[in-house]
Every structure is written in structure tokens, then in C-alpha cells.
């Protein structure tokens, strides 16, 4: 019998959260004649009711708006193992990069609510979420989003295109630690940003969009990830806990850790 936790639906991540990890241990380690087996009936239960939870939140929520949806399919049709072994990426990437149905529809919203026109999102990869908020800025909005694997930008720039909106996205393509920099200098700022790229990054990031002016004041920067995979509350110290602290240590900001998905952190730079 396979865990309840084997059936996937399209674009619905998986939270690896350490007490759902701990379940399906359970369920695994309770297949044996010397376990009641209402014990292993009740932890496949209590695993499947945790994919309900989100399998439900996702079918009250929204689909995704079209261009979203387009890229998304596209997203989950690419030979990634192929690309990687054929050294046309650097990294074995996956569709489990792309950001969950939910994340887009949380900055539509977002950007809707501040009215914002300027956007920038660090670690794009396939266009997922850029293409989103693309679609629900105004029309004289634009998005400025960060990639440096030049494989990734070629792609998504290409699927862009295909949609009215393309012409809204602005790629960088590089390091993104550089391209903030370089947006600095531009004399940019972004309404809204969105943080989705190298964990170990995420600190420095912060402090370059707050010390370089790239958060506008009252902006809002949205962290996906800020629950990575249960490490910042099981393991104190590590990046994303170090992240976090930074951003509770720092004046100017105020902020919400949301524990949904692998943790959204909504960050307010004070100001307006
Ligand atoms: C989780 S994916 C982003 C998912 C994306 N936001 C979406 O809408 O589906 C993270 C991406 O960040 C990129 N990345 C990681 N570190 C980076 C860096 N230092 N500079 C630029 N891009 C980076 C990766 O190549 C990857 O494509």
C-alpha cells in the first residue's frame, strides 16, 4: 500500500514540514504485524487530512489567470532531467521550483490593494509568478525580475512574449545580489517585491532593498520560504532563522510570519 501522501496534484507543493515528515515515518514504521492496525489506519488518516487541507484551500482559491496558467503548464511539460544532463542548465531543476498556485494570486492581490505599478521579484525561474503579477498590474505597471540561469531567461522570455503582458517584464539576468545593485543605481523602486531565490542570500537581500531604497517606503516585500522546510523553529541559527531575526531586529520594517505553504512572511516598509 502506498502513503497517502504519494497522490500529487498539479502545482500543489507539498509543505515538508517536520511534523508531517514525522507521519509519514509513522505510517512507514507502523506496516508490521506488531502495530494494531487502527494505529496505521489513524496515521494515514491524519496524513491524508493534511493533503485535503490544502487540496480544499486550493479549489477556494482563484485559478490562476491565463498567462499564469500557460506557463505553468509549460513549466510542468519541459524535460527538465534532459536540459540538466544535456548541460543546458547548471542546476537539476524540477516543476517543484515553480512557485504553488496561491503564491500569484497573493501578490495580484497585494498589488491590487496598494495599487502598485512597480514590482520586482529575485528568483524568477520559469515566469510563474512574474507573469501573475504582470497580469495584474495596471496598464502602465511593469515587473523587474532577477534570473541568472541564461537557459531559464531565454525560456521565459519566449513564453512572455506569447501573451499581451510580455511586454510588461523586464529580465535581469545575473547574479541578483549585481542586478539590485545596478537597479540602485537606475534610481528604481518597486512597490511590491517578491523574494524567491538562494536561501542562504535571503539576509543580504533584505538589507540591499532596504540600505539601497529599492523597497519604497510603505512598500511590502513578500518572502516565500520563510518556513523552509521547518528549519528556523527546529533548527535555531540556521539561515532562514537568521533571516528572520533580521527582519525582526530592524526598525524599519514591520511583519508577519505566515505559517502556510513553507511559510510567507508579508514585510511593510514603514514610511507612508
Ligand atoms: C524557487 S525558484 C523561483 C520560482 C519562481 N518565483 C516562480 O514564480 O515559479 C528560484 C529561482 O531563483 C534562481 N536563483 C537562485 N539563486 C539566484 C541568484 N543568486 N541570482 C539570480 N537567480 C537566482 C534559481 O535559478 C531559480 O530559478
Known sequence: MTSPSSSKV??????????SNLLDELYTRADNPDTPSDVRATVGKALELVETREEYSRKMTYPDTPGARMICEKTYAMPWKQLYQDSKVGTQYSARWMSGIGEG???QFLIRM??????????MFTGYVAMSMAEALPEDGAVVTCEYEPYLVETARKW????????????????????????????????VVYLDAD??????????????????????????????HGSPYTQPGSMVDLFNKA??????????????????????????
Open 114 to 123: 496598494q495599487k502598485a505599478k512597480r514590482v520586482l521579484e529575485i528568483g
Open 160 to 191: 512572455f512574449d506569447e501573451t499581451p503582458f510580455g511586454k510588461r517584464i523586464d529580465i535581469r539576468q545575473g547574479p541578483a545580489l549585481d542586478s539590485l545593485d545596478k537597479l540602485a543605481t537606475e534610481g528604481q523602486t518597486f512597490d
Open 199 to 228: 536561501k542562504q542570500t535571503y539576509t543580504a537581500y533584505f538589507k540591499k532593498l532596504l540600505d539601497l531604497g529599492l523597497l519604497a517606503e510603505g512598500g511590502t516585500l513578500v518572502v516565500d520560504n520563510s518556513l523552509f
Open 105 to 107: 494570486q497573493i501578490l
Open 10 to 19: 498539479i502545482n500543489t507543493a507539498r509543505v515538508m514540514d517536520p511534523a
Open 247 to 272: 527582519v525582526m531586529d530592524d526598525d524599519r520594517v514591520e511583519q508577519i510570519l505566515m505559517p502556510i505553504f513553507d511559510g510567507v512572511s508579508l514585510i511593510r516598509r514603514k514610511g507612508e
